[in-house]
Structures are given as structure tokens and as C-alpha cells.
């Protein structure tokens, strides 16, 4: 069981890439390359890497943006033959990835399609990260690096050299977002989690307090990020929790009066006062 107040980055992290023969495992594409890199503490503990046969051609779009040929693809593993290695490389870690709901979609979809149990891991959007901290005009993966001056030495749209520049942007926004008192997993996980059962778990228990101080009439104090990006605290008087557009937000009153409404996901601590 994690421990949702440690730091981030004293827990492992694994930083994954896939490349795909397109965009939508629902339209049988698949996984053609795997990349990624464990770290602890900033450290390089182990890495995966593998090609993968997609059991199809590579259509020429997908090939011009990682040069991975048919001919390179005849003679690799099938998924089925790297899953074990890959779930049991994942599983107790945290995983990061650029747009993690791409790459977490096509490895579920893959894993249920052979017979096996959706990987319920703790995981954050890197992509989301970088949308939420910068202010830029484009948030691809190579506007990202190009803005950090992060050098990529093998070559980019390539799995393990993708998942290297995806370690690099996190921990460049991970510094920036020290400063702003983010650095818990639950504060990743809550402001920068990917929408599966783990990440639920925790708003479901957020939502629980604050039907209890519904209930109880009681104030809540909450500790939260807003929308300048700047830490906060507040007590607040009557709650209402409100759904829009799948969005859940805290509508509230502040003791001082103020009325606002807060992001359920931006509510990084939460308690009846």
C-alpha cells in the first residue's frame, strides 16, 4: 500500500513511452515498441525496452514518425510473449507517462484482450503536469524539452529515447512545483492522476467528507491549489459538491463570506474543522 504522503520522487518511478501503429486501440491499433525507465530518488534502477510485433503493417503515417519498419517488426515478440516481464516491471511503481491515458489504454486494452485483470496502478499525466504548470503556446513532448533545453541524444519518437525526455520534463516541472508545496504522491495523484479506480478511491474519500460536513453542518478546512497556481487554506462554512461536464466541484463559503468554487481535483488535503 502506498503512502500517499510521501514525496513523490523517494517512491519508484517508472517513466514509459509506448510507439503504436496509430491512435486508437478500439480500431485494432497496436503496440509495435515499449520504452521505459525506473527511477528512485533521480536514479536509474532499471529499464524495459522492446520492440513489439503489431501483428499488422505499419501504416506509412505511423512510420514517418518513428521509423519503425515492417522488417524490424517480423522477427520481434508478440505482446503476450513481453506481458508477464512488463506487468511485473510496472507493477508497484508509480507510472508517468506524456498523455499517460494513451499509453495506459493501449497496455489495458492488451492485458483484458489476452485474459488478464486492467492494471490498477498509481499513475500521472506528464502532459498535464506541463498544461497546468507552464504557460506556452504548445504543449507537445518536443515544444516541451525544446522549452527546458533538454537534450535527447538518440533519436526522438523512439520509446526509450521518449520515455528519457518524459523522466527529464517531470523533474523539471517537479522543481517548479516544489516551490508551490506540491510534492506529496497524493498532491501528484489528486492534481495530476490518471482517472482510474486508484485515482477514484482517493476523490470518493473527498466526496465522503464533505457529505459529512453536508450532513453534520459542520466547516471543512481545506488545503488546495488555485487557479494562479499558488497554495492555499481555507475554512469554509456551507459545501455543496456539484458535477459539470464530469468535472466535480466544491461550491462553497468561505468564513470570511466569500462565496467560490474549487476544483474537486485541486483539493489536495480535506477535513472537517
Not at 194 to 202: A, C, L, P, Y
Request: one cysteine or more.
Amino acid at each position: 500500500m502506498t503512502d500517499l504522503k510521501k514525496r513523490i520522487e523517494s517512491l519508484d518511478l517508472v517513466f514509459l513511452d509506448l510507439e503504436t501503429t496509430g491512435l486508437n486501440f478500439v480500431e485494432e491499433d497496436a503496440i509495435c515498441e515499449i520504452g521505459a525507465y525506473k527511477v528512485r530518488e533521480r536514479q536509474t534502477i532499471d529499464e524495459f525496452h522492446s520492440l513489439v510485433n503489431p501483428r499488422k503493417k505499419v501504416p506509412q503515417q505511423a512510420y514517418n514518425i518513428h521509423k519503425i519498419s515492417d522488417a524490424e517488426l517480423a522477427q520481434a515478440p508478440y505482446f503476450e510473449q513481453v506481458m508477464d516481464s512488463l506487468v511485473s516491471f510496472l507493477n508497484g511503481s508509480v507510472v508517468c507517462a506524456y498523455n499517460v491515458q494513451f499509453d495506459m489504454g493501449f497496455i489495458n486494452y492488451e492485458v483484458k484482450k489476452l485474459g488478464g485483470v486492467e492494471l490498477d496502478l498509481f499513475a500521472v499525466d506528464v502532459l498535464t503536469m506541463a498544461r497546468r504548470t507552464l504557460k506556452l503556446g504548445k504543449y507537445n513532448l518536443g515544444s516541451i524539452i525544446q522549452f527546458f533545453g533538454i537534450v535527447v541524444e538518440d533519436e526522438f519518437h523512439r520509446a526509450l529515447s521518449d520515455a528519457y525526455a518524459v523522466r527529464e520534463v517531470f523533474f523539471r516541472l517537479s522543481d517548479i512545483l516544489k516551490e508551490k508545496e506540491v510534492v506529496s504522491m497524493g498532491d501528484f495523484l489528486s492534481l495530476y492522476g490518471f482517472e482510474n479506480e486508484v485515482f477514484r478511491k482517493q476523490e470518493n474519500q473527498k466526496m465522503s467528507v464533505i457529505q459529512e460536513a453536508q450532513e453534520s453542518k459542520k466547516k471543512l478546512k481545506i488545503r488546495y491549489l488555485d487557479d494562479e497556481m499558488r497554495m492555499r487554506e481555507a475554512y469554509l462554512n456551507s459545501v455543496n459538491l456539484r458535477q459539470d461536464k464530469n468535472i466535480y466541484y466544491l461550491w462553497c463559503h468561505a468564513v470570511e463570506g466569500k462565496s467560490q468554487r474549487i476544483r474537486l481535483r485541486d483539493i489536495l488535503e480535506i477535513e472537517l474543522a
